[in-house]
């Protein structure tokens, strides 16, 4: 590799100031401390440090999602077929072939719009380019619907990265997570994009791969279930084993419908210490305590009486709970606060999805109102240590 | 028997070259210094001219707004230079010595007897105060100040740290003595560790002394005041280093100033790491010479590898250093895809690496930050290792910003820069915290004073 570090040892002088390339110098930086680890030593303050640092902690989701990702493309090609009623014939490696393609272009516009901002900010603000959209960049294309036109993932992504990251000031300062704002542009903007019953599954053929379905709806679980329709068990109307809502083969966003997956980017998460418990516990607990209150108190509600286990497993409260609400720079920072923050997406996910009439899935919104909040919860947290240190004075006087 | 205080958060780092409880003779130095940054707040006016000759004891500069406050010299012999850098500021004043380390003559005195006046006197006239440090701000203490207690801790817990034992050997009386004249000026609380054995700590007499059970930060003199009696609003708590009490015995039982320390060389770069005896502020040359292995580019610490400072082969000894620590600048350098590899033989608290799996295991750590610096993405990091009741995140995002008021609230009073060494180790944003914090007490402090 001695090549190729002094290859760029070689260009590097064009990108430096006064260089004919000052202009990429963002560009360049970013893709040097990509390739080799900075050889900066300490200056001041401690003289050795941990060998963790951002880009490793960012490409552990990244890793994380990857289980989340392979089941969701293999569940588009599966859903095709489904809608083309092929599904017995199809062989699983075209199914996933078929989701591949269609996920393939997702990433890339997802990733390219994304990271050119980002360079672009870079250079004008002249700092190092930071990794936070590593993992925005794929969380955005895992939760839309497989339907979602590639120019509304663009400008989506183009609307998150500036207003909901870049004017706070980059990664680490954003309010609120940017892969869901992307999400809520598309769902406030293009509503059409993201609800109703047509959406769900990719219909067009490509490469060969797939099949083209004219005029194919398909509602998802908890659209059924908010109609009234049950879901699972021996009614006709019931199409979803157990089994295929926990390997998530069922329409959905991408990323969000295989429970199993998510699970094991979750172990990987907690067991990196990347996630936080607390805040992902809090979210099942807050999740599973509100939906039994609505069991027994609105019985004329459908949604209020979906068992709560299946509250839990269907939509997108699983990927929620474990991508989502755990992002550290949006959710609470204060250990106590993290239960009452998870609580809190749990308990409000919960509660939009059965009172509110208009859309079945709760998750976005209720992590984004918690994004809101949390702020404010770690200011009451902090507070309490602010007021037992005055305490401790006025006593002491 | 002593109150024992557990402390859970923390971590202690497995270096390879801890220091073994031998001594190591080494040729005495021809030079010393004085360095004013080791004595923070401190703005030196030098009362010594090239040439001058001086005994041990004798001041080389004094401070401008407390002149009382005096900066002695270390040895006997002559003042070869006085350096100094941009706007002149002095960087250090350099003494020859003539090798015969003679003191300036004091008198032997029963401390006991003495008033705490009395007892500030004689420590400012032979320049022994300069050692005082306070919170809140950690700087050097006032002596006209009343501080509600003198915290003296006796083990360093950082690691590749001297064990305090080591230096207290054959120096028990004068340790007794030191600890004694303290006690006169403020109650004194000795902080000493579970694993410490030496009767003249276990029994040491007129000091509260309290057991600290732990990792590292344990055996910071902070951390020790915070689980004991925290620092509050419009209090004074001063702190001194364990063996700074010896030079303190030594004075009042030998009525000389005797500055010779019992200095560690650690350090995965060292050969067979022990201890010396030498003098404060001592050329590092003769203590480095033939006992550093050169297979790296290396990195030669004025202190430990946590808080001191970067210092060169021909440096000299800080005043407050009790180890000269010397570590790979870079070790395997232009690293391809660092951040994704396995990295087996690097060490981090992150599970993400395998070092968790291998406790026992010492590791070398190069002096590389090995990443760029980011605004604080992860929350949580800093506490685990952080053992004050204090928000270390919120207090130094405070800083950040300047507000002092939120400073206040938050506990600024209590901590010192090395108080978050730890957090700025396991920092995966690679901030400088400890820098950070000295800003924020140096702005404080210009407010409030």
Not at chain 1, 84 to 99: D, L, P
């Amino acid at each position: 590799m001695k090549f190729l570090r002094n290859y760029l040892n070689k260009i590097k002088p064009n990108f430096e100031e006064g260089g004919k390339l000052h202009a990429f110098r963002s560009v360049f930086d970013g893709f040097e401390t990509f390739l080799f680890v900075p050889n900066d030593t300490s200056k001041s303050g401690v003289n050795i440090h941990d060998a963790i640092d951002s880009k490793r902690i960012m490409s552990l989701v990244v890793i994380a999602l990857v289980p989340a990702l392979l089941v969701g493309m293999y569940n588009i090609g599966l859903q095709n077929a489904i809608a083309a009623g092929t599904a017995a014939t199809t062989g699983w490696f075209e199914m996933f072939v078929f989701g591949l393609l269609v996920m393939l272009p997702k990433i890339v516009v997802s990733y390219v719009v994304g990271l050119g901002i980002e360079f672009v900010v870079a250079q004008w603000k002249n700092e190092e380019i930071h990794e936070g959209f590593l993992v925005s960049g794929i969380l955005i294309p895992m939760v839309v619907p497989a339907g979602c036109p590639l120019w509304v993932l663009a400008v989506a992504t183009a609307f998150a990265v500036i207003f909901a990251k870049e004017v706070f000031g980059g990664t680490g300062m954003n309010i609120v997570n940017v892969a869901l704002v992307a999400r809520a542009f598309i769902f406030f903007a293009y509503p059409a994009v993201i609800s109703g019953d047509s959406v769900w599954v990719a219909t067009e053929e490509i490469l060969g791969f797939g099949a083209t379905v004219d005029g194919y709806t398909c509602a998802t679980a908890l659209q059924q279930a908010a109609n009234g329709l049950a879901i699972t068990g021996a009614d006709p109307s019931a199409t979803l084993s157990v089994c295929d809502m926990l390997f998530g083969f069922m329409p959905g966003s991408i990323g969000e419908t295989s429970v199993v997956a998510i699970a094991i980017g979750a172990v990987i998460l907690l067991w990196t210490g990347v996630a936080s418990w607390k805040t992902m516990f809090s979210v099942f607990a807050g999740g599973v305590l509100m939906s039994l209150l609505f069991q027994n108190t609105l019985p004329d509600n459908p949604m209020a009486q979906l068992p709560c286990w299946q509250h839990l497993i269907l939509g997108g409260f699983c990927f929620g709970a474990v991508f989502m609400a755990t992002d550290p720079v949006t959710s609470a920072r204060t250990e106590v606060g993290k239960y009452i923050y998870g609580f809190g997406i749990g308990a409000m996910a919960i509660l939009i999805r059965v009172l509110n009439p208009g859309y079945p899935e709760g998750m976005m919104l209720a992590i984004l109102l918690m994004n809101v909040t949390a702020p404010f919860i770690d200011y009451c947290v902090v507070q309490s240590n602010i007021t037992a240190r005055a305490k401790r004075l006025t006593k002491k006087n | 028997m002593h109150r024992v205080v557990k402390i859970s958060k923390g971590l202690n780092i497995n270096l390879k070259g801890a220091p073994v409880a031998e001594m190591t003779s080494v040729e005495t130095a021809k030079q010393y210094a004085l360095m004013p940054a080791d004595f923070t707040r401190v703005t030196p006016k030098v009362v010594v001219k090239p040439e001058d000759t001086v005994k041990a004891g004798d001041p080389l500069f004094v401070d401008k707004s407390i002149p009382e406050l005096q900066f002695v010299s270390p040895v006997s012999g002559k003042v070869v230079a006085v350096n100094r850098g941009e706007r002149r500021r002095v960087l250090s004043v350099v003494v020859e010595s003539d090798g015969k380390f003679e003191s300036v003559e004091y008198k032997a005195k029963d401390v006991l007897s003495l008033s705490s006046d009395e007892i500030k006197a004689d420590l400012l006239k032979a320049g022994l105060f300069a050692f005082m440090r306070q919170r809140p701000y950690d700087v050097i203490a006032d002596p006209k100040d009343a501080p509600r207690a003198i915290y003296v801790s006796a083990f360093d817990s950082k690691p590749l740290a001297v064990s305090f034992e080591v230096a207290l050997k054959g120096n028990e009386e004068d340790f007794q003595t030191g600890l004694d004249a303290l006690s006169r000026i403020a109650p004194v609380h000795l902080g000493i560790c579970a694993c410490q054995k030496s009767t003249a700590l276990l029994v040491a007499k007129n000091v509260v002394t309290t057991i600290f059970k732990g990792p590292h930060p344990a055996g910071n003199v902070g951390v020790q005041i915070n689980k004991t009696a925290p620092v509050n609003k419009g209090e004074i708590v001063w702190t001194i280093g364990a063996e700074e009490v010896i030079f303190i015995g030594r004075l009042f039982n030998k009525g000389k100033v005797d500055f010779t320390r019992t200095v560690a060389l650690a350090g995965s770069e060292v050969k067979n790491p022990s201890y010396s005896k030498v003098v404060l502020g001592a050329q590092l040359t003769n203590l480095l010479k033939g006992r550093l292995e050169e297979k790296h580019e290396l990195r030669i610490i004025d202190g430990n590898v946590l808080t001191g400072k970067k210092t060169t082969a021909d440096g000299f000894l800080g005043a407050f250093s009790t180890e000269v620590t010397v570590i790979p600048e870079i070790m395997g350098g232009d690293e391809l895809l660092g951040w994704a590899m396995p990295r087996f033989s690097m060490y981090s608290t992150s599970h993400s690496y395998f070092s968790w799996l291998f406790p026992k295991r010492k590791y070398t750590i190069d002096a590389r930050i090995k990443g760029g610096e980011r605004h604080m993405i992860m929350s949580n990091e800093y506490d685990k290792v952080f053992p004050m009741d204090i928000y270390p995140e919120y207090l130094i995002k405070a800083i950040i910003t300047g507000n002092i008021d939120k400073m206040e609230q938050l506990g600024i009073y209590e901590v010192a820069p090395e108080d978050f060494a730890l957090c700025e180790f396991v920092d995966s944003s690679k901030l400088e915290l400890q820098r950070i914090v000295r800003e924020g007490l140096d702005k404080l402090r210009a407010e409030m004073c």
